[in-house]
Every structure is written in structure tokens, then in C-alpha cells.
């Protein structure tokens, strides 16, 4: 569905494709009005973009997955409409090739966007759209950045990163086209089968050896993973395809799903880039955080919602209550 | 002096000349090691330029002015060098005129740097560096933007606002001659007495409002009020400058430094753009956060720093706790 809750954004700190270079929902929240689980009506913030009064509280509420108090009026920051001067779409022999593309371009410049896509899931979104995309293409890059020189350097960067072509437009609504393949992803995924969407994250010089690795399991753990990413913040999103009625595959999935997981923190990595840990992951969060800072988040829910009335299980795992 | 612990930078959530295009310190803080009142060892955040495992807690403790833990180490986000395309400089008659500009230009792009000063600023610059400043001038106009068409956009702008001279170069050197006119700014005032630095905020469009009841009345309030403001995000540092061995006047200056945080209060701004709180504002949070938000500040320096050893006094004034 092509709708979002502002709401529901603030509360999960969302991400997309423009964070790259534009930031996440955090950066464009100047204020709030939100109810605490006492009653009590806050306003957090304020319409100034500079304001350093109190506690920094409007951060704090922004992405605690509604477990600290409800959000009822949001403030945002506004940009003037970012430039797009054209879209770069690169094929790769394989992911890590088109990972160490990424590496490269990301320490060489900021693009507005840098997307990454598997042969499994090009070859999903071909089914559906029938646009003529390369099947045999290992991994494709949907690139776009706000300068002419910008999309030249990247174009050179995939070349020397042995991309096996490089299509460069500046026409906008090509460029659309290609942002519109990307955003196919999950639904033509969802087409194949039931799926479980991961959401970890690696630093940046990880990447190559996450979306390797998790390749190569994909056959030891006996599960479908095609890999989208938001390439250029290390944020990837494995998405693991299975048939909901095979009973032992279900079960190999969500155990893939949990070892994803363990692989990213195993790179230094988070269980988390954009989607938030809601109950599917609330108990792995203390793993990644460790003990003390744990206890730190718990202390703050308590003090603000003693009676865990505000979104209960939600982030906070009941039964590791420190 | 030319130094900033960056330690202090984070725990005020610091700003400075180019925030109005590149933000401030939060920003940048992508983790923390953190030690809290308990003695224990938190590390916030992560390397990752997106991640959402767990609260915010990184965003809460920049600008907390050390009373929730001390920081110890910090991992910040790095960005390519900005460019600088060039330095617009303008004179205006009054500081109103030239704030009327700042709105216009504002509401058109971002320039990357958008400094005010009035002619007591102007007047103190020249006597320091001898650089042949205009000393009629109402006020002067300092911009600066990563975009060549921006910057005649920009001299465009402050022309239509009856600029009575618009200097524009595209010479580095030169440039940087006028940001060190700007730095010079309170150091030159600081040599002509004693000063307290005000570091009020309004929404942008009540800019030219606040500058103008600023200069009116400090003619009441019997005491010198020198504007210099990183105005192209409303935020103000009226220093008001006094003999500190003239008991009345430090009087005077000191009820003048209240009534200038009140004169934004009913603006809608902020008491503090940058600066932080400290003890010298204290008094005021409450007025700018109210009853609600003053006592969700106090529920989170109570869990996490029960026994107030933290900075004590500082942001938190002891006798109106909630």
C-alpha cells in the first residue's frame, strides 16, 4: 500500500531511499505534542531549528515505538525539493562485486540515492514488470545524485569496479522508471511465496561480507534470501521467501531470519537499520546493546510508563526484564 | 581561544556558522560511551549511520548538559569537505532591513553560512582589525553557499531589500577575510567591557521583529545591546556590553539580559538557540517548556540520576523542582 502514518514514521525513527544523503525521520522533526501513559500532555520541541531548552526529548520520543507515550501532533523541518541531475543503473557479475562498488562510491561522495539489488529479486520484479531488465546480471545498482560531475564520477567508480554495464540518464522519467523497479522489490518478492523482511545493518566496509555471507548460508540454512539494500548507509534488507504451508521450510525460515541477525552483530553490525525491533526482535536486543545500556533503556521506560500500559511488548522484552 | 573540547561540544549540542545548511552537533554524534551516576559503563549508538535498535538514547544525552552521565568517547559522522562557491557581503540601513532579507533568502534556498551583524558589532570590528569596514552601515550581511547560481540568487535578494551595497567574490582568501570579520565579532565587543551573551531564537519569520524591539529597548533599559546573530536559523546573540565596575549599569545589563529571554518567549522562540542552559537560564525553562515537559525533564534526571551528583545545579534549578 503506498500509504504511511507520519505518526507511525516519527515513532519508528523510518528510513528510505534518500536517507543516504538526506538523513532519517529524526533529522526533520523540530517538535511534538505527545500524551504520556499519566495523562499528561507534553510538547516537546519547538518550530525553531536551533532550540537547545531541556532535555533533547522530541529525539528521544522520535523512534521509541510508542512505548514511552502517543504522539498527537508533529512539527516537521522542510527542505526545498532536493535536485535529482540523473540516474545511474549498473550491472554487476555478482552482490559483492556491486558491494565493493558501493564502498568505494560511498567514500568518495554522497549520492542522494544508492540502491542495491540481487539477481533473485531483479529476476522477481522482471516477472512482474516485464520491462526487459538483465536476468543474468548478478546485482544491480540504482544510483541518483543531486550534481552532473557527481553521476560521472559514480558511473567511472562502477567501471573500475568491473560493473558489466553502466546505463547513465538524465532524463527524470527514466530515472523514475528505475526508482519505480526498486520500489517493486518487496511486492514482487511477496508475489513468490510468504516472506520475513529483514533489516540489518553493517558499517559500511562490512557490507561486502555480509551480503556474501549471507548468500552463501542461504544454501547451508535451506531458505530463499534475495538481498535489497539500502546500499549506501551499510542498510540491507534480506528477505527470506518461503511457502507458508511447508511447515519444515516456515521453521527453516525463522531460524534464517534469527541467524541474519547474529551474522550482523557478529560484523558489528545492528539488528535494526530502519525498521525498528517491535516484538520479532525484542529479544535480540539486549544482545546487540549489552547489559548496562539495556538496563539504561529500561530504566527510562519505567520511570515514564511504570505501569507498561504504552504499546506493552513492544521493544521491551518482558521476560529479560533487567 | 581557538579551542573546543569536543566532549563539551556534545554535551551542549553546540552550533555555530554553517548549522544553517549542515545542522548541529546531534547531528554528527552517531555513538557514545557513556558513565552514568551508578558508576556504570553505557556505550550509545553505533558506528552505523542508521540504526534504531533500542531508544534514542544517543540524541538524549547530546545536549544534556552533563547531568544524565559523562561522556567519555564519541564516534562522528563525517561528511566530504562542503564546498564554498563564494562569499556575499551587503550592507543594509538598519538590522531590520537586513533581517526582512534573511527571511526572503531563507524561504528560497540554504545557504551554508548566513551571519548578522549591527553597526555597534561593525563599529567594534573595525576598531579591532582596521580593515576599512563601513561604519554607517545599519548593518552588514555575511553569506556564503555551496553553489555558484545560490550566491546570485542570494545578492539578488539583498538588493530587492534595498541593500545599500552588495559585495560578492568568488576569491577563498577573500571569503575567508569575512568569516574572520564575524569570528572577531564578540572578542571586539569583549574588549569594550564586560559582556553577557545572549543566545535567544525566534521562528525566522519573527526575526526581524525581535532584532527591531531589541534595539528600541535597550535605549529603555539604559544599557548597550550589540546584535550579531547566525541568523539564517533565527538564532540571536544580543551581548550586551557594560561597565562592570558601574554597579547600576551591571544592574541594569543584567535585567536587560532577562527581558531579551522573555521578548523571545512571547515571540515563540527559544531562551536558548546553542548555548545550552546552564545555571545562568535555569530560572526560565520552566516559562519556555511549561509545567508537563519541566516534569518529564525532571522523571528522566530523577531515574537516572537519583541522588543529583551529575552537574548539579546546572539545567535543573533546584528550587522549583517539579
Request: proline fraction near 4%.
Amino acid at each position: 500500500v503506498d500509504i504511511c502514518s507520519i505518526g507511525g514514521n516519527a515513532a519508528t525513527n523510518a528510513g528510505g531511499l534518500c536517507c543516504v544523503k538526506y538523513g532519517v525521520t529524526s533529522d526533520y522533526v523540530l517538535g511534538m505534542e505527545v500524551v504520556l501513559a499519566d495523562g499528561s500532555v507534553c510538547r516537546l520541541g519547538s518550530r525553531l531549528s536551533k532550540d537547545v531548552a531541556g532535555l533533547s526529548l522530541t529525539k528521544l520520543f522520535v523512534g521509541s515505538e510508542g512505548t514511552l507515550g502517543v504522539i498527537t501532533e508533529l512539527t516537521l523541518r522542510r527542505l526545498p525539493q532536493p535536485a535529482v541531475a540523473g540516474t545511474v543503473v549498473a550491472s554487476f557479475a555478482s552482490l559483492e562485486h556491486a558491494a565493493r562498488a558501493v564502498v568505494a562510491i560511498t567514500a568518495t561522495f554522497r549520492p542522494t540515492m544508492l540502491e542495491l539489488m540481487d539477481r533473485a529479486t531483479v529476476n522477481a520484479v522482471e516477472d512482474r514488470l516485464r520491462m526487459g531488465l538483465d536476468r543474468s546480471a548478478g546485482a544491480l545498482l540504482i544510483a541518483q545524485a543531486d550534481a552532473g560531475a557527481d553521476l560521472e564520477t559514480l558511473a567511472g567508480v562502477c567501471r573500475a569496479h568491473e560493473a558489466t554495464e553502466v546505463f547513465h540518464t538524465n532524463d527524470p522519467d527514466e530515472g523514475d522508471l528505475f526508482v519505480h523497479v526498486r520500489r517493486s522489490a518487496l511486492p514482487a518478492l511477496e508475489a513468490q511465496g510468504s516472506v520475513l523482511l529483514e533489516d540489518v545493518g553493517v558499517p559500511m566496509a562490512r557490507l561486502p561480507e555480509l551480503v556474501e555471507r549471507i548468500q552463501a548460508k542461504a544454501v547451508d540454512w535451506g531458505v530463499t534470501i534475495a538481498v535489497i539494500a539500502h546500499a549506501g548507509d551499510g542498510n540491507t534488507h534480506p528477505v527470506i521467501v518461503f511457502d507458508p504451508e511447508d511447515e519444515a521450510q516456515s521453521r527453516r525460515a525463522r531460524a534464517a531470519f534469527e541467524a541474519v541477525m547474529g551474522l550482523a552483530l557478529e560484523l558489528g553490525g545492528t539488528i535494526t537499520g530502519e525498521h525498528g525491533v517491535g516484538r520479532l526482535k525484542r529479544g535480540w536486543l539486549a544482545s546487540q546493546l549489552g547489559k548496562a545500556t539495556m538496563t539504561l533503556n529500561w530504566r527510562i521506560k519505567q520511570a515514564l510508563d511504570p505501569g507498561n500500559i504504552l504499546n506493552p511488548g513492544a521493544l521491551f522484552d518482558p521476560s529479560v526484564q533487567c
